[in-house]
C-alpha cells in the first residue's frame, strides 16, 4: 500500500536528516522468489465524540462510532512489473442508530454509517530509478493526499510517476481523474468543495448545475540530502485553480544533540476558466524552526501569513444566500468577509487557500494547520502561529504531542481571533522499529478550539484503537 498519513505509524524524534515532503512512489520491495506476495494491513476501532459552546438545531452536540480496517496485497513477479490490491471497509454495527447519514447528531466526519470499497488497484513498474503506478492508489502529495485520520483514508485514480535522475534529486507527475473520499465508497468526477461530501463543507457549486471537477495534474521536483531538503509542485485543479507549492527544510547541525532546523513555505494560487468556485488570489508565506531540547523532546515553532484581497461588488445585502453572485471564493467557519455600502454595493474581502482535496480534512501542510482546522480550512487570508512539542520517551514506544495554535484572520469586515489547543497520545504496545509498525496501539486525541462566533466553543474527543499487521 502507498505510504499514508497513518494514525499508528511511529514518528522520529527529529527530522535528520531532513524530511521528505511529498511521498514519492516507494520501490517495490525485494521479496523473496518464494513469497513474492506482500500483504498487510490494519483493523482499527474508532470513537469520537463532538461537543459545541453553543448548540443549535443545524449544529448539535455529535458522536459516532465506527469499527474498520484494510486489506492489502502486493504481487511482484520476477520482471520489473507488479500489480496491487487494497479493501478498505468499516461497520457500525448498528451503535449510531437508523439512518446515521441523515441524522444531525451523527459525526458523519468518521462516518457513522457502513463504508466497502476497493481503494486501491493498480499495476506498476519500477527498475530502481523510474517507477509508474497505474490506476486506484493512495497518495500522500501536499494538497492530496490519504488524510487518514478517521476511519478510512482518502484515494485517487490515475497514474504517479516518479524519476531519479541525480543523487537526492526526483522528479514527480502525477495525473489524477477521479477521487474518493473518506467517507465515500465510490470514485467519482467529484471534490470536497464541488459536491455534498458527507462530514465536509458545504458544496459551492450549487445542487443540480454539479459540473465535472476532478481531476489535476502535479509535476514536481524534490531534492533529498544529509542536512537540507527541496520540494516544489504544481497543481493543475480541473476547472478550479492553479496551486505552486514549495517547501524547504535545513538542519543547521545534525550531528549534535540539540539538532536544530528551520523551514520554509510559500504557495501561491489564482484561479482557472471556468473558475467555478469563484475568484481565487493567495499568496502564503510560512516559516518554522525547530530543535531537541531535551532527551526525546523536540519542539517547534511555526507561522503562516497570507495578505487579503478586496473587491467591491454589487451586492444590496451581505448574506450568504447573496453571496453566489460576487463571483470571488470567500472565507468561512465565521471569518468576517463583506462590508455593505448604502449604494447597494459591497465591499468583499478574499485571499484565503482553495482546497479541493483537503478542504475541512486539516490535512494540508501549512506549518499552523491544527487538529481540527487551520487557515486553508478556514479559506480564510492573516496570520497564524502554532508552537508543538514531540515528547517520546519508553524507546519511541510513547508518543505525546502537545501544540497551541493562533489563528488573526482580522480584515476591513471585522476581527476574527481564532485559538486551538490540542493534545495527542499514543501507545506502542509493540518496539516500535524502523518502517512500518506492526501490532496494536491505542490513541487519544483531545482538540479545544475558541471563536467569536457558532459555536463559540468547540471540543473533540477521539479515541482509536489499532492493530497493523
Known amino acids: 500500500m502507498a505510504q499514508t498519513v497513518n494514525d499508528a505509524t511511529p514518528s522520529k524524534p527529529q527530522p535528520t536528516p531532513a524530511a521528505i515532503f511529498t511521498n514519492a512512489p516507494t520501490p517495490p520491495p525485494v521479496l523473496p522468489k518464494n513469497r513474492p506476495i506482500l500483504l498487510n494491513g490494519d483493523v482499527r476501532a474508532y470513537d469520537l465524540y463532538r461537543t459545541n459552546g453553543e448548540q443549535n438545531a443545524s449544529n448539535p452536540n455529535r458522536q459516532a462510532f465506527n469499527f474498520g480496517g484494510s486489506l492489502h496485497l502486493e504481487y ?18 448498528g451503535l449510531t442508530g437508523k439512518d446515521p447519514a441523515a441524522n444531525p447528531h451523527v459525526d458523519n466526519t468518521l462516518p457513522g454509517f457502513p463504508l466497502s470499497t476497493f481503494n486501491e488497484a493498480y499495476a506498476g513498474y519500477s527498475n530502481g530509478y523510474v517507477q509508474i503506478r497505474a490506476g486506484d492508489q493512495i497518495i500522500n502529495t501536499p494538497f492530496a493526499n490519504a488524510a487518514d485520520t478517521r476511519i478510512m483514508p482518502a484515494a485517487f485514480q490515475g497514474v504517479t510517476s516518479s524519476a531519479q535522475f541525480a543523487p537526492g534529486w526526483t522528479l514527480l507527475f502525477d495525473d489524477m481523474t477521479r477521487f474518493e473520499s473518506r467517507t465515500s465508497s465510490g470514485f467519482g468526477r467529484y471534490t470536497l468543495l464541488t459536491a455534498p461530501v458527507p462530514g465536509a463543507s458545504d458544496e459551492l457549486v450549487p445542487s443540480g448545475t454539479e459540473r465535472d471537477t476532478s481531476g489535476f495534474a502535479m509535476p514536481g521536483l524534490q531534492y533529498q540530502g544529509k542536512q537540507f531538503a527541496f520540494e516544489a509542485v504544481d497543481y493543475d485543479f480541473l476547472s478550479l485553480a492553479n496551486l505552486f507549492y514549495s517547501q524547504a527544510q535545513y538542519n543547521l547541525d545534525p550531528g549534535t544533540k540539540v539538532n536544530p532546523f528551520i523551514g520554509a513555505q510559500y504557495a501561491t494560487e489564482s484561479s482557472v476558466t471556468p473558475s467555478l468556485i469563484g475568484k481565487i488570489n493567495n499568496s502564503t508565506f510560512g516559516a518554522q524552526l525547530g530543535a531537541t531540547v531535551a532527551k526525546n523532546l523536540v519542539l517547534t515553532f511555526g507561522a503562516d501569513y497570507a495578505p487579503w484581497n478586496s473587491e467591491t461588488v454589487t451586492l444590496a445585502k451581505c448574506s450568504a444566500a447573496n453571496y453566489v453572485t460576487t463571483g470571488v471564493f470567500l472565507p468561512s467557519g465565521g471569518t468576517p468577509d463583506c462590508v455593505e455600502h448604502k449604494n447597494g454595493t459591497a465591499t468583499i474581502y478574499y485571499g484565503g487557500i482553495a482546497s479541493p482535496y483537503t478542504d475541512s480534512y486539516a490535512s494540508d501542510p501549512l506549518y499552523t494547520t491544527a487538529l481540527t482546522q487551520g487557515m486553508a480550512d478556514r479559506r480564510s487570508a492573516g496570520v497564524s502561529e502554532k508552537v508543538a512539542a514531540t515528547w517520546q520517551p519508553l524507546n519511541r514506544q510513547l508518543r505525546v504531542i502537545v501544540a497551541d495554535g493562533f489563528y488573526n484572520y482580522i480584515n476591513g469586515a471585522g476581527p476574527n481571533l481564532t485559538r486551538e489547543f490540542d493534545a495527542d497520545a499514543t501507545y506502542f504496545l509493540n518496539k516500535v522499529k524502523p518502517g512500518r509498525y506492526k501490532g496494536l496501539s491505542l490513541r ?26
Not at 447 to 469: S, V
Open 444 to 469: 487519544y486525541r483531545y482538540g479545544d478550539r475558541t471563536q467569536p462566533t457558532l459555536p463559540y466553543d468547540f471540543k473533540y474527543n477521539r479515541a482509536q484503537l489499532e492493530y497493523d499487521f
Open 76 to 93: 511482484h513477479p520476477e520482471t520489473n512489473f507488479f500489480v496491487g490490491a487494497t479493501y478498505s471497509g468499516a461497520y457500525p454495527f
